[in-house]
């Protein structure tokens, strides 16, 4: 069992930058892999990004790349998303998400996902 509780969110300008945490209890999350979602208003929930147990490997959603990097600290057990230049179409509530996935492929996938967070809002003004 792994419980995940966000935390880092809030109200941001345009331009600026916000650092996510995701701290996890249980014995499992260094070997899970990590992913972050977000859900906007009326949307489906996307993937954002993600990061092997190790840290080794990494993805992205095509349109953070170079604005966000995800990170995790297994000594800790914490994954954190750092997020810059911030625009006002990131305005979600962004969701973290740990499972077994091993295949890059499957990072995407919400289904893949054994545990969740309950989110934590973040809100970019124009």
């Known amino acids: 069992q792994v419980q995940l509780v966000e935390s880092g969110g809030g109200l941001v300008q345009a331009g600026g930058s916000l650092r996510l945490s995701c701290a996890a209890s249980?014995?499992?999350?260094?070997?899970?892999?990590m992913g972050w979602f977000r859900q906007a208003p009326g949307k489906e929930r996307e993937f954002v990004a993600a990061i092997s147990w190790s840290g080794g490997n990494t993805g992205y959603l095509d349109s953070v790349k170079g604005r966000f990097t995800i990170s995790r600290d297994n000594a800790k057990n914490t994954v954190y998303l750092q997020m810059n230049s911030l625009k006002p179409e990131d305005t979600a509530v962004y969701y973290c998400?740990?499972?077994?996935?091993?295949?890059?492929?499957?990072?995407?996938?919400?289904?893949?996902?054994?545990?969740w967070g309950q989110g934590t809002q973040v809100t970019v003004s124009s």
């Open positions: 998400a740990a499972g077994p996935l091993s295949l890059p492929r499957l990072w995407p996938r919400t289904y893949e996902y054994d545990y």
């Open positions: 249980g014995r499992t999350f260094s070997s899970s892999t």
